[in-house]
């Protein structure tokens, strides 16, 4: 999953959305130095990434790309599903696409001195290139891969992966519904652990 699920996934909570975003750039058990909520957001982000990678209908639409992206394969894939979510937005949430964006650009800019380095160096180009909208549109999610080309010198040209985006696409949408309705159940509880894992280890 790429940064519009993870978001999403967090619910309605600022923190947990802060944290579940930066959680790529926290290291081990440095994510105890931040504030509970944002934890429970680190936490939660891992939780996605491992209900992700090991779940059979991820690995069967990954599996269409390792032949020719190798590693890259669960990166383009992660940006392919959250091309999904967008592009069907109005299906998960009440509030458009746009606004929820524009909402959550003015949390990071509130809570920049939260972020990570590495956040905070990401978050100007994210919010100048709006790449959470960008996510919903074929022409957004070209220009997205051709981003994440340059920033890995070019080794696997994974804007080229939408010749395979387009070919299985029906499949590949399919596969995120039903992954995607299981994963948000799983975060649901995920949540509801932590909660009750952090209130007890503060008594």
């Known amino acids: 999953m790429n940064f519009l699920a993870h978001i999403y996934l967090s ?3 600022d923190l947990l959305k802060i944290g579940n975003f930066m959680a790529d750039s926290v290291r081990g058990k440095q994510y105890q130095t931040f504030p509970l909520e944002i934890q429970k957001g680190i936490l939660l982000h891992r939780f996605i990434d491992s209900f992700t990678d090991t779940h059979p209908l991820y690995r069967q639409s990954k599996h269409r790309l390792h032949a020719k992206y190798g590693h890259y394969s669960g990166v383009i894939m992660d940006i392919f599903y959250d ?3 967008a592009k069907n937005w109005s299906r998960y949430s009440a509030t458009s696409l746009e606004e929820y964006a524009a909402d959550f650009y003015a949390l990071l800019k509130e809570k920049h001195s939260w972020l990570t380095e590495k956040a905070q160096h990401m978050v100007p180009y994210m919010i ?3 790449w959470l909208v960008c996510y919903s549109s074929l022409e957004g999610l070209e220009k997205i891969l051709f981003q994440m080309d340059r920033r890995t010198q070019q080794r ?3 804007h080229e992966a939408m010749i395979e985006l387009k070919q299985f696409y029906t499949e590949f949408e399919n596969e995120f519904f039903v992954f995607f309705d299981e994963l948000e159940l799983a975060c649901q509880e995920k949540k509801a652990n932590l909660n009750q894992q ?3 280890a503060s008594d």
Request: aromatic share 14%; net charge neutral; glycine share 6%.
């Open 11 to 13: 619910g309605e909570h």
């Open 83 to 85: 091309h999904f979510l």
């Open 128 to 130: 100048a290139r709006n």
């Open 156 to 158: 696997a040209q994974m």
């Open 198 to 200: 952090f209130t007890h």
